[in-house]
C-alpha cells in the first residue's frame, strides 16, 4: 500500500544545512538541521570551503530527516538550493579540482573586468564575485583542464545521483546565462569559456535524476526519489513565502533590505541596481540596498529594540527625513558607490531616533518597490516580509502604512522549505520521463 507522498528540500549555505518534508498540502512533516565549520578566509579577498564538508552535512541531515519520518510518509522527490555565486570546478566524473570559492570571494577583480568589456549591461555574470568571474580566475589559476563548472547546489545533486552537469537557471544566472533567451550566450566565447564546461540549465524543478541505489540504503530513503533541478538560497527563500502573483512582493529585513517583486515581464536597469531572476513563466524583479538592520544596530542594542518598538507609535510619524546607512555608498534603489548616510536631525530622545531610523529604513524600501515599476516590473500589490525584522509588529504597522499596501503573511520563512516546493511543483513526472523528453528533443 503507497504511503503518504511527500516532498524534501534541503537548504545548503555556508555555516549549515537544513532539510525539511512537506506533504502536498505544504504541511511540514519533519526537519533536520546540522551546522558547518566556518569558511576559510585569506588576505586576498578569497573565502573558500571544502566542498566535502557540504557532502557530509548534506548526508547527516538527510539521514536525520529520513529518521524523522514516520513509516507511513513516502518521500516522492527532493530538491537542494545553495548560496548564490559559489563555484566549484571538477574532473568529468564529479571530483572536486579545488576548494569551492564561497559567493563573497572577490579575488577576481581583474577577471571581472574583462567581463564587463564584452558582457551587456543587464548581465548577472558582472562584478569580481560573480561565479563567471571565479571560472575565469580558476582557469588561470592552472585549472583550464576542468571538465565541469558546477554551482554548490549542482554538485551536491550530482553526488546524489543526477547527472554531472546540470544547475538550473538561478544558479547559472551569475555563471552567464541569459534567462530571457534561455541560453548560453556567445558572447562567453569572447572570453575563451569552452561550451563544454558549462552545465545544461534546467528550469528549477525540473526532474533530472533518482538517487543513487546504495545512498538511498545508506540514507534510509527509497531508490525511487526523484531528484530536481534546484534554485539558489534567496529564490528558494522566496518561493516559500507564498508569494507567486505579479505584485506580490517579498521584503528581506536582515542586516541589509532585499526587495523581490513578481513581475509578468523581466526587468533589468543596473543603472539602478535592477535585475530579474526566471521562476517558470514569470519573474522575480528586485535589487538589495546597503539599508536594513544593520544600521539599528550599530545604534541601538538588541534590548533597546525590542523596548522601544513596544513603546513607538507607528501612526505618529517623526517628520524627520532620513536614509539610514552604515557607511557612505549605496546599491539600490540609488546606486551611488558615494551617497552618504542622513541621518540628521538627531532628536535628543532616542526612542524618536529610533523610530526615525524605522521610517527611514520603510521610505528606502517604497522608494525601491516604486523604482521596480519604473523600469518596467508589474505595481506593488501586497507584500510579504522575511528575516529578523518581520517578528517586529510596530515596524510593520508603520511599513503598511508608508507602502500603502496589505502586508500579507508569509507561508514560510526558510529556504528549505522553498526548496521542498519546488520538489513538489512537478511531482506527476519522473525523471526518466524527462530526460526522455529532452533527449528527443536534442
Not at 555574470?125 to 589559476?141: D, V
Request: proline fraction near 8%; charged fraction near 15%.
Amino acid at each position: 500500500m503507497a504511503g503518504i507522498p511527500v516532498y524534501l528540500g534541503v537548504d545548503v549555505g555556508t555555516s549549515g544545512a537544513r532539510a525539511l518534508a512537506i506533504d502536498t498540502a505544504g504541511t511540514v512533516r519533519g526537519s533536520a538541521h546540522i551546522a558547518l565549520p566556518a569558511p576559510t578566509c585569506t588576505d586576498n579577498g578569497g573565502q573558500q570551503q571544502a566542498p566535502e564538508l557540504w557532502w557530509r552535512a548534506l548526508l547527516a541531515v538527510l539521514r536525520q530527516l529520513a529518521d524523522a519520518l514516520p513509516p507511513a510518509l513516502e518521500p516522492k522527490a527532493l530538491a537542494l538550493d545553495g548560496t548564490s555565486g559559489t563555484l566549484l570546478l571538477t574532473d568529468r566524473n564529479g571530483y572536486p579540482l579545488h576548494p569551492a570559492l564561497l559567493y563573497a570571494d572577490r579575488r577576481a577583480a581583474a577577471q571581472a573586468r574583462r567581463i564587463a568589456a564584452v558582457a551587456p549591461a543587464q548581465s548577472g555574470a558582472h562584478g569580481a564575485t560573480s561565479a563567471l568571474a571565479k571560472l575565469l580566475w580558476l582557469r588561470e589559476q592552472g585549472l583550464a583542464h576542468a571538465a565541469h563548472a558546477l554551482h554548490q547546489s549542482d554538485w551536491l545533486l550530482g553526488r546524489l545521483g543526477a547527472p554531472w552537469g546540470v544547475s538550473d537557471e538561478n544558479n547559472a544566472l551569475k555563471l552567464g546565462y541569459d534567462p530571457v533567451a534561455r541560453a548560453w550566450p556567445q558572447w562567453l566565447g569572447e572570453l575563451d569559456v569552452p561550451p563544454d564546461m558549462l552545465p545544461q540549465v534546467y528550469e528549477p524543478g525540473t526532474p533530472v535524476g533518482l538517487l543513487n541505489g546504495e545512498l538511498a540504503a545508506h540514507l534510509g530513503l527509497p531508490d525511487s526519489l526523484t531528484l530536481v533541478a534546484g534554485t539558489t538560497d534567496s529564490v528558494a527563500a522566496f518561493i516559500a513565502t507564498g508569494a507567486r502573483t505579479p505584485g506580490d512582493g517579498v521584503t528581506s529585513l536582515g542586516s541589509t533590505l532585499a526587495l523581490k517583486l513578481v513581475s509578468s515581464r523581466p526587468v533589468f536597469a543596473p543603472e539602478m541596481g535592477i535585475y530579474s531572476h526566471r521562476l517558470g513563466h514569470l519573474w522575480l524583479a528586485g535589487g538589495a540596498s546597503n539599508t536594513g538592520g544593520a544600521v539599528l544596530r550599530a545604534h541601538f542594542s538588541d534590548a533597546e529594540i525590542a523596548r522601544f518598538s513596544l513603546a513607538i507609535d507607528p501612526h505618529a510619524p517623526t517628520g524627520l527625513d532620513y536614509y539610514p546607512l552604515s557607511r557612505p555608498g549605496e546599491r539600490f534603489p540609488v546606486a551611488d558607490p558615494d551617497l552618504p548616510p542622513r541621518l540628521t536631525p538627531r532628536p535628543a530622545d532616542r526612542k524618536t531616533f529610533f523610530q526615525a531610523l524605522l521610517e527611514g529604513i520603510a521610505a528606502v524600501e517604497k522608494l525601491g518597490y516604486a523604482r521596480l515599476g519604473e523600469a518596467g516590473a508589474d505595481t506593488l500589490q501586497s507584500v510579504r516580509s522575511v528575516g529578523g525584522g518581520a517578528v517586529n509588529t510596530a515596524w510593520t504597522t508603520l511599513r503598511a502604512h508608508t507602502l500603502g499596501v496589505p502586508m500579507s503573511p508569509a507561508t514560510h520563512s526558510a529556504a528549505a522549505y522553498g526548496a521542498a516546493v519546488l520538489a513538489r511543483q512537478r511531482s506527476d513526472e519522473t525523471a526518466h520521463q524527462i530526460l526522455e523528453r529532452d533527449n528527443r528533443e536534442q
